[in-house]
């Protein structure tokens, strides 16, 4: 069974950079055809999806966060990782990662989600 797990400091400072990891454990990061995700809920708000990289290596990221976003991986230790910079309060939120699986060509499918992790952005 895979499971998720974020890691990363809960307060970061505004402008700085807000870099997040998540470690899968139970199946490997190139399995096709699985994508993996960054997703935030800010206070009082729903799910906003921040980005992915693939089995392959690919990557996508919200228009919104684009320009601050960048999401990596490190096959060796199985994991990938979100780095967001210039950050601002508003970018207070719970971090997850999950795992959305698109095996027999189906859309996006969120079948496996690490616990979030609340990251502050404060001075």
């Known amino acids: 069974q895979v499971q998720l797990q974020e890691s990363g400091p809960g307060l970061v400072k505004p402008s700085q950079t807000l870099s997040l990891a998540c470690a899968v454990s139970?199946?490997?990061?190139?399995?096709?055809?699985?994508?993996w995700s960054w997703i935030r809920q800010p206070p009082g708000k729903g799910l906003e999806w921040i980005g992915y990289?693939?089995?392959?290596?690919?990557?996508a990221y919200s228009p919104s966060l684009k320009s601050r976003t960048s999401i990596s991986r490190d096959t060796s230790k199985n994991q990938f990782t979100l780095q967001l910079s210039s950050v601002t309060p508003e970018d207070t939120a719970v971090y997850y990662c999950?795992?959305?699986?698109?095996?027999?060509?189906?859309?996006?499918?969120?079948?496996?989600w690490g616990q979030g992790t609340q990251v502050t952005v404060s001075s």
């Open positions: 990289i693939n089995y392959s290596g690919s990557t």
């Open positions: 139970g199946g490997s990061i190139t399995t096709n055809y699985y994508y």
């Open positions: 999950a795992r959305d699986d698109r095996t027999y060509g189906r859309s996006t499918y969120y079948d496996t």
